[in-house]
């Protein structure tokens, strides 16, 4: 099974660096270019989802492999987790680069070899990322593909001088971020460069307690500037994921920030110490990381709700959304390591939000980016001062606008609401037992209400109101079927991912089923532990062992659904019963007699009275 199974990343890799080969010599031959970009990583992409597949619902749990390369050698590990982000990793690389081929005819001052070069680099580095096993020479060859190609890609536009900016503030920081990951093993007594996860686990038995204790620090540090932790994210995301094409912003913020979750993951759940002369705290690295969480995704949050330019709004919030996996993540390892058995439950549920969400915030995230940027595309334009009233002219993406809104901002039957709410409810249930957990899920919870007024802004400045009639100096029509075909499969998802959870929880506790060497690998590997859960076709509920039922800490959105639905039905019965008539009468303007683009709202109106209150938090505005 090893052999096939590495065989197949192996082949995967290849064809996406052949195609960094061989595309950029047709790169002249611009929509020939893109269809080739596409075909290569599509066929990478079929094959590491077949390999996920395999791993996630078949094989049995994998084990480091050393692979020797000629002059070097590389340990690689692809179990259950580094499956599942390689599945996403593969997903949406396939539906950028559809995507690009239309899109890229924006840009048409700009040659594109440059970008077909760097967009498979860009994928690959990310596989490597999360299948090499060490923290030296495996994980300094992808994390170096992956920040070069991706800083190419953002400095696209290199005649505008914010756009070059923005790429060499994100690249010197990554940098740092690599060189701070890549020092923290050495603290690691007998550690030696190459060495495995599991070989630095090991010799910490023989390390000073403070000696790991700051190697753990480092790797939260590292890996949170990848993943845009506050205050770390706010020096570069914004500024970086806001001025790339918007194929590659939907990677960036969809994807690649997600290489930092995996970090953290990997690191606090399976390089578990092998000590017996101290133990590591891990509940107080829980409290740490959730705390970071918390702060990240409400200061994100409404940093997001204060932008103008649509895709800062996107960029702020994916360090909100961020927030959320992070806060499950440290919240999941400080109950787990609490002591009860019912927060040790309540951690198994965390942690599967946590996943689902990762999943979840990729998709409605990358629609998003990829909607911001079909506006550009038909206006030229990503200040949303100078759009709105653009759904009558581009229906499609409107509607696929709108079910992406819904999601991040946790609507039910939408796809953030599942996940969001198994990470909130979860929180606050554990808050019986720890107030701060309880405290840190009603933080949690405000924010989505956040979220949604930033969501509300989003799509209301876009395609409702009025505004692109004034301000935009050209035709407006709907986007090209091949920039709507990759938004519609997205739409889709965030129907399916949001009235089908239990499919997803199911897979995602098979996931870190095949995830051996972790803290929590027993547990979820209990046949039991779904059906504790919960398991119907309405939806989530638990059941925790000795404690009877209890709250819903996974909810169920198609019972919400009909709920929602009945009681609009009734409405419109109670409606009708009185025989009420309907009429018809001019909009009330505030006092103006006429609508034009001097009278309408505009983003210093919008939520004002919130926005000064939140002022404190940065990520002002002037206009």
């Given at each position: 099974?090893?052999?096939?199974?590495?065989?197949?990343?192996?082949?995967?890799?290849?064809?996406?660096?052949?195609?960094?080969?061989?595309?950029?010599?047709?790169?002249?031959?611009?929509?020939?270019?893109?269809?080739?970009?596409?075909?290569?990583?599509?066929?990478?992409?079929?094959?590491?989802?077949?390999?996920?597949?395999?791993?996630?619902?078949?094989?049995?749990?994998?084990?480091?492999?050393?692979?020797?390369?000629?002059?070097?050698?590389?340990?690689?590990?692809?179990?259950?987790?580094?499956?599942?982000?390689?599945?996403?990793?593969?997903?949406?690389?396939?539906?950028?680069?559809?995507?690009?081929?239309?899109?890229?005819?924006?840009?048409?001052?700009?040659?594109?070899?440059?970008?077909?070069?760097?967009?498979?680099?860009?994928?690959?580095?990310?596989?490597?990322?999360?299948?090499?096993?060490?923290?030296?020479?495996?994980?300094?060859?992808?994390?170096?593909?992956?920040?070069?190609?991706?800083?190419?890609?953002?400095?696209?536009?290199?005649?505008?001088?914010?756009?070059?900016?923005?790429?060499?503030?994100?690249?010197?920081?990554?940098?740092?971020?690599?060189?701070?990951?890549?020092?923290?093993?050495?603290?690691?007594?007998?550690?030696?460069?190459?060495?495995?996860?599991?070989?630095?686990?090991?010799?910490?038995?023989?390390?000073?307690?403070?000696?790991?204790?700051?190697?753990?620090?480092?790797?939260?540090?590292?890996?949170?500037?990848?993943?845009?932790?506050?205050?770390?994210?706010?020096?570069?995301?914004?500024?970086?994921?806001?001025?790339?094409?918007?194929?590659?912003?939907?990677?960036?913020?969809?994807?690649?920030?997600?290489?930092?979750?995996?970090?953290?993951?990997?690191?606090?759940?399976?390089?578990?110490?092998?000590?017996?002369?101290?133990?590591?705290?891990?509940?107080?690295?829980?409290?740490?990381?959730?705390?970071?969480?918390?702060?990240?995704?409400?200061?994100?949050?409404?940093?997001?709700?204060?932008?103008?330019?649509?895709?800062?709004?996107?960029?702020?919030?994916?360090?909100?959304?961020?927030?959320?996996?992070?806060?499950?993540?440290?919240?999941?390892?400080?109950?787990?390591?609490?002591?009860?058995?019912?927060?040790?439950?309540?951690?198994?549920?965390?942690?599967?939000?946590?996943?689902?969400?990762?999943?979840?915030?990729?998709?409605?995230?990358?629609?998003?980016?990829?909607?911001?940027?079909?506006?550009?595309?038909?206006?030229?334009t990503k200040d949303l001062n100078r759009l709105g009233g653009l759904m009558k002219l581009m229906p499609a993406s409107a509607l696929v606008a709108g079910i992406a809104a819904l999601?991040?901002?946790?609507?039910?039957?939408?796809?953030?609401?599942?996940?969001?709410?198994?990470?909130?409810?979860?929180?606050?249930?554990?808050?019986?037992?720890?107030?701060?957990?309880?405290?840190?899920?009603?933080?949690?919870?405000?924010?989505?209400?956040?979220?949604?007024?930033?969501?509300?802004?989003?799509?209301?400045?876009?395609?409702?109101?009025?505004?692109?009639?004034?301000?935009?100096?050209?035709?407006?029509?709907?986007?090209?079927?091949?920039?709507?075909?990759?938004?519609?499969?997205?739409?889709?998802?965030?129907?399916?991912?949001?009235?089908?959870?239990?499919?997803?929880?199911?897979?995602?506790?098979?996931?870190?089923?095949?995830?051996?060497?972790?803290?929590?690998?027993?547990?979820?590997?209990?046949?039991?532990?779904?059906?504790?859960?919960?398991?119907?076709?309405?939806?989530?509920?638990?059941?925790?062992?000795?404690?009877?039922?209890?709250?819903?800490?996974?909810?169920?959105?198609?019972?919400?659904?009909?709920?929602?639905?009945?009681?609009?039905?009734?409405?419109?019965?109670?409606?009708?019963?009185?025989?009420?008539?309907?009429?018809?009468?001019?909009?009330?303007?505030?006092?103006?007699?006429?609508?034009?683009?001097?009278?309408?709202?505009?983003?210093?109106?919008?939520?004002?009275?919130?926005?000064?209150?939140?002022?404190?938090?940065?990520?002002?505005?002037?206009?």
């Amino acid at each position: 099974m090893n052999a096939d199974i590495y065989g197949s990343l192996f082949t995967a890799m290849a064809l996406l660096a052949a195609s960094a080969v061989i595309v950029p010599l047709v790169s002249s031959k611009r929509r020939l270019a893109g269809w080739l970009n596409f075909g290569f990583t599509a066929a990478a992409g079929v094959i590491v989802l077949h390999l996920c597949y395999i791993l996630i619902f078949q094989a049995q749990p994998q084990v480091s492999r050393l692979v020797n390369f000629g002059f070097f050698n590389v340990y690689f590990l692809v179990d259950g987790l580094s499956a599942f982000f390689m599945a996403i990793i593969a997903f949406m690389a396939m539906m950028s680069a559809f995507y690009s081929i239309d899109y890229m005819e924006h840009y048409g001052e700009y040659a594109l070899g440059g970008y077909y070069l760097n967009f498979p680099v860009f994928i690959l580095g990310m596989i490597g990322i999360v299948t090499v096993d060490d923290l030296s020479l495996g994980f300094t060859i992808s994390w170096q593909l992956m920040t070069v190609a991706s800083y190419f890609l953002i400095k696209f536009e290199k005649n505008d001088e914010k756009t070059v900016k923005g790429a060499n503030k994100y690249l010197v920081l990554m940098e740092l971020a690599w060189l701070i990951i890549f020092i923290a093993p050495f603290f690691v007594r007998n550690a030696a460069f190459g060495d495995s996860l599991h070989s630095i686990a090991n010799n910490m038995g023989a390390t000073s307690p403070a000696a790991v204790y700051a190697v753990f620090g480092l790797i939260l540090l590292g890996f949170g500037f990848k993943a845009g932790i506050f205050p770390l994210g706010q020096l570069w995301l914004p500024d970086a994921h806001s001025v790339a094409p918007s194929p590659i912003s939907a990677l960036l913020s969809g994807v690649m920030i997600k290489t930092g979750v995996y970090g953290i993951l990997r690191s606090f759940f399976w390089m578990t110490p092998h000590a017996e002369h101290f133990r590591m705290n891990w509940p107080l690295w829980g409290i740490i990381i959730a705390a970071l969480g918390v702060v990240t995704l409400f200061i994100g949050t409404v940093q997001s709700m204060k932008q103008n330019d649509s895709k800062r709004l996107l960029a702020y919030s994916s360090i909100g959304q961020i927030g959320y996996i992070v806060f499950a993540t440290g919240a999941g390892l400080f109950m787990f390591n609490a002591g009860s058995d019912f927060l040790k439950f309540l951690a198994l549920v965390t942690i599967i939000g946590a996943a689902y969400h990762v999943l979840n915030h990729a998709v409605f995230k990358g629609l998003l980016f990829l909607t911001s940027g079909s506006v550009l595309y038909a206006t030229g334009t990503k200040d949303l001062n100078r759009l709105g009233g653009l759904m009558k002219l581009m229906p499609a993406s409107a509607l696929v606008a709108g079910i992406a809104a819904l999601s991040i901002s946790g609507v039910p039957p939408f796809s953030g609401f599942a996940s969001k709410w198994s990470i909130i409810s979860a929180s606050i249930i554990a808050g019986s037992s720890y107030l701060f957990l309880a405290i840190f899920g009603i933080v949690a919870l405000f924010t989505s209400a956040v979220t949604l007024a930033c969501y509300v802004k989003f799509f209301g400045m876009t395609f409702t109101s009025t505004g692109s009639e004034w301000s935009v100096k050209k035709e407006v029509k709907e986007v090209t079927a091949g920039m709507l075909l990759p938004k519609l499969v997205l739409a889709a998802l965030c129907l399916a991912q949001g009235l089908l959870p239990f499919f997803y929880y199911e897979t995602i506790i098979g996931v870190f089923a095949k995830s051996a060497g972790s803290a929590f690998h027993s547990s979820f590997s209990d046949p039991g532990i779904f059906n504790s859960i919960g398991n119907s076709s309405m939806g989530i509920s638990v059941w925790a062992p000795g404690a009877g039922a209890v709250a819903s800490a996974m909810a169920t959105p198609a019972v919400i659904l009909v709920v929602v639905a009945v009681a609009l039905l009734l409405a419109w019965l109670f409606r009708k019963s009185a025989g009420s008539t309907e009429r018809t009468a001019p909009a009330w303007l505030g006092g103006y007699q006429d609508l034009h683009d001097t009278t309408r709202y505009k983003n210093r109106s919008m939520f004002s009275a919130l926005k000064n209150a939140l002022r404190w938090t940065g990520g002002n505005v002037e206009e």
